[in-house]
């Protein structure tokens, strides 16, 4: 039997075009155009004729895959590894530079949150939008409306325009459109990160449910480990573009973590995606803990460092250095020094910046990280990009006692439970 998708030598490149990364103000533009007007235009004319410098980059190169139909396929890699270029690729929102794809069946995605609704439109009319726009006939969507309404759980917002929605309730009425629609292979990206636990669990249900009862096809890309193990029978494992490993789900994860524990420290000086006036720039983030590896233990003590170089220190009278931790894209922590009311007022041509932590807050998972640094109250250097990513694992006396966490959580809240009688 013929897999129901072949992907065959599939290239992605896009053209950066690099412009000098400090902030430009207005005044500057006009004492630029007062000193010299000629050299202006003559910038001028080479962005609007394409003659500025351009960087080619491939998100993806040379991915070759095939899946059987009724399989449940995950993707993981670090962030800009190119899961989600693959998952738009497959659902022909963005053409591939090279390669070809046979899709054999109907397709449908669920990629980004409020893709395919019109703000104005309330959720009852955006259901048959959104049905349309995937591929349904109207006497289907009909058919399947009750069921659409019930597993997204907006009854009393049905009549109300969508531009009031909460990104969560954006996700239950997309995901539950897309779910129950008659489509033979189902993408869906971190989107449902978005939301609450007990949607994620009904989701994987779901999910679950459709792959052994209807034979359907699902490919997701999840942060969520966990999610991944319970879900997905095969993995596929992207790095750098390209297919470094697809194979069963737990073997595939295991070399996932051994990336993460390898990767101890990351090199900032090669990131071009920054904003800033460049006075003082990050240079590379690590982390350290009690056992010396690139893990991190729940509840025990962690230490961010940032490096950075610096020209003229003299020149600079307070600095402000923050780092913010993600899950599945979402900011869950963001810890400035001024927040705890240290400011840097003497630094050096080069040094760290170390965040301290006696107890890790952190459950279970995998965690993308985020760094600013600001000078004098000024933008000096903030990487539009999540820049590194942690893996943060339960102590073991923690798992031999029986404790865990909820699949998808990102905080351990300390504390007992009681009870007590109302008779």
Not at 226 to 242: D, F, N, P, Q, V
Not at 290 to 303: C, D, K, P, Q
Not at 362 to 387: C, K, M
Request: net charge neutral; proline share 3%; aromatic share 8%.
């Amino acid at each position: 039997m013929k897999p129901i998708i072949e992907v065959k030598d599939i290239g992605k490149q896009y053209k950066i075009t690099h412009e000098r990364g400090r902030y430009v103000a207005l005044r500057d533009v006009i004492a630029t155009i007062m000193r010299k007007p000629f050299a202006f235009l003559a910038d001028k004319a080479k962005r609007a004729t394409g003659l500025t410098k351009k960087e080619e980059f491939w998100a993806l190169k040379g991915v070759n895959f095939s899946i059987q139909k009724g399989e449940v396929v995950g993707i993981i890699g670090h962030n800009g590894a190119g899961k989600s270029t693959l998952l738009k690729i497959l659902s022909q929102i963005t053409p591939p530079t090279e390669g070809e794809i046979v899709l054999r069946g109907r397709v449908g995605s669920l990629l980004e949150v409020g893709t395919g609704f019109h703000p104005e439109l309330t959720g009852r009319e955006n259901i048959f939008l959104n049905g349309a726009i995937l591929g349904m006939k109207r006497n289907e969507m009909a058919t399947k409306f009750d069921q659409i309404v019930e597993f997204a759980g907006i009854e009393k917002f049905l009549d109300t325009p969508v531009k009031y929605y909460s990104s969560g309730m954006y996700v239950r009425l997309a995901f539950s459109v897309a779910a129950h629609m008659e489509s033979d292979i189902l993408l869906i990206d971190e989107v449902l990160a978005v939301g609450d636990a007990e949607f994620q669990k009904k989701c994987l249900g779901k999910m679950d449910e459709i792959t052994k009862t209807d034979g359907r096809t699902i490919i997701f890309t999840s942060h969520n480990l966990a999610a991944i193990r319970e879900l997905c029978s095969k993995t596929i494992l992207l790095e750098a573009g390209h297919v470094k490993n697809f194979g069963p789900t737990e073997e595939v994860i295991t070399e996932y973590q051994n990336l993460l524990k390898e990767s101890s420290s990351t090199d900032l000086r090669k990131e071009t995606r920054r904003r800033g006036n460049g006075s003082i720039r990050l240079t590379g983030f690590a982390t350290e803990n009690t056992s010396n590896e690139h893990t991190l233990i729940s509840g025990e003590r962690a230490t961010f460092v940032l490096s950075y170089e610096c020209a003229h220190p003299e020149k600079i009278t307070t600095v402000d250095v923050g780092i913010s931790i993600h899950k599945n894209g979402v900011p869950i922590a963001t810890m400035y020094s001024s927040y705890v009311k240290k400011e840097f007022h003497t630094i050096a041509h080069s040094g760290e910046f170390r965040f301290l932590t006696d107890n890790l807050p952190l459950a279970e998972g995998v965690y993308g990280i985020g760094v600013r640094v600001l000078a004098d109250g000024t933008e000096a250097d903030w990487p539009q990009t999540e820049i590194s990513q942690i893996e943060v694992r339960n102590p073991r006396e923690y798992t031999k006692k029986g404790y865990r966490t909820h699949p998808g959580s990102a905080i351990i809240v300390q504390g007992t439970w009681e009870h007590e009688p109302t008779v």
